[in-house]
């Protein structure tokens, strides 16, 4: 037994003979008996309900392609258990706080909440028909243009290319016009015309620049050359068929998924400006823009 100096033992007895140091004591001692008998008692109830039950045994059926067995919905039971013990304890540690990734999800799962409110909404008649009205050019169709064409091989001929285009057009566009299909060079990919041909498709097999001299031109007359990734081409516009918008009743899967989606982005600025309101934001003073020194 370890013995304390006289003088330090004398002082102890002094201090322990005092009435307020023994109510300091026995106030202590209760205080620490009682955080340790807390600590032994629950601190919450986590309930198993029979619904989240048959969550984890559809959820391990889609899995697995079969019912759990007993054993395997008892270890279920226990792992959902221990991750709600885990979430509750990480969120009592703040372990959730100034967190990008869980900010991030919250606010998915927020949006998503507020898309499922958008899609409760069913569009009328008149909802589809106003949308299609406010945006035509979403759906209008692609003009159609019928046409023939001489292909010219840059590479091919004596003559230069602009003198042979010049020479095929004066007889093209002359008082019996010879038959266009024997006339040119040979191009396996392409037809000699064309009937009601998009000009989307104008643009895939003839190129860009090919497709916007064709939409220039007016029907009735050879013209030409018009350029190609294959070469030059002579071209004989015969009618154009504009791009229209087309009747709901043709397009309604189209307009019905767009309005459905602009619904969803609505609600969720609306949802956005709501939850805003609720609270008073302190921005701090944005600091002055620096431009970059240019080099000497």
Do not use: C
Request: charged share 30%; aromatic share 6%; proline share 10%.
């Amino acid at each position: 037994m370890v013995s304390l100096p006289p003088r330090l033992s004398r002082m102890l007895h002094r201090v322990a003979a005092e009435p307020l140091a023994q109510f300091l004591l026995i106030g202590a001692g209760l205080f620490l008996l009682h955080a340790a008998l807390r600590s032994r008692e629950p601190v919450g109830e986590i309930r198993v309900s029979q619904g989240q039950l048959a969550s984890l045994a559809a959820l391990h059926e889609r899995a697995w392609m079969r019912p759990p067995t007993r054993r395997e919905l008892e270890g279920l039971m226990e792992g959902w258990i221990r991750e709600e013990v885990a979430e509750r304890e990480a969120r009592a540690m703040g372990l959730d706080r100034n967190d990008p990734v869980i900010r991030r999800r919250l606010r998915q799962k927020l949006e998503f909440l507020s898309e499922q409110r958008a899609d409760q909404r069913h569009p009328s008649q008149a909802d589809l028909q106003t949308w299609l009205r406010d945006h035509p050019d979403r759906y209008r169709r692609d003009p159609a243009y019928s046409f023939e064409q001489v292909f010219l091989d840059p590479t091919s001929g004596a003559d230069p290319p602009e003198r042979r285009a010049a020479a095929l057009l004066a007889r093209l566009n002359g008082v019996a016009p010879p038959d266009p299909a024997g006339l040119g060079d040979p191009l396996l990919l392409l037809e000699p015309r064309f009937e009601a041909l998009p000009g989307r498709e104008v643009e895939r097999l003839f190129g860009r620049d090919f497709a916007a001299a064709l939409a220039r031109l007016k029907p009735g007359a050879w013209v030409g050359p018009l350029q190609s990734g294959y070469g030059e081409h002579l071209v004989k516009l015969e009618r154009v068929v504009p791009g229209l918008v087309p009747p709901l009743a043709e397009v309604r899967e189209e307009v019905e998924r767009d309005w459905r989606q602009d619904q969803r982005q609505r609600q969720r600025e609306a949802d956005d400006r709501r939850w805003l309101s609720r609270y008073r934001v302190v921005r701090p003073a944005l600091p002055p823009v620096t431009r970059p020194q240019a080099a000497p």
